[in-house]
Nanobody, 115 residues
């Protein structure tokens, strides 16, 4: 079992930046992929970015070149740096992992991009 806690959301103007952080209750990065999802109002949850245990990062096309996923093994954190934010990035962002085929989610953090 693992607990995931997100932080760092908020209100930002278009073109601005935010950094989300997900803290895990124990060290899991060496064997488990980590991911950030988001869910906008009235839409399905979508995968935004993911990182494999080996450190390979992947992104949905809509955020490539703007978002960066990273992790700190010593701190048990996985971050999502979001630059050049757009109104369509507005959503609740969730941290996610699977352990032994069981999905784990954080509580989510709201990101609102608006002028």
């Amino acid at each position: 079992q693992v607990h995931l806690v997100e932080s760092g959301g908020g209100l930002v103007q278009p073109g601005g930046s935010l950094r989300l952080s997900c803290t895990t209750s124990r060290s899991i990065f060496s064997v488990n992929a980590m991911a950030w999802y988001r869910q906008a109002a009235g839409k399905q949850r979508e995968l935004v970015a993911a990182m494999t245990p080996g450190g390979t990062a992947t992104y949905v096309d809509s955020v490539k070149g703007r978002f960066t996923i990273s992790r700190d093994n010593a701190k048990n954190t996985v971050d999502l740096q979001m630059n050049s934010l757009k109104p369509e990035d507005t959503a609740v962002y969730y941290c996610h992992t699977n352990i032994d085929y069981i999905p784990y989610w954080g509580q989510g953090t709201q990101v609102t991009v608006s002028s």
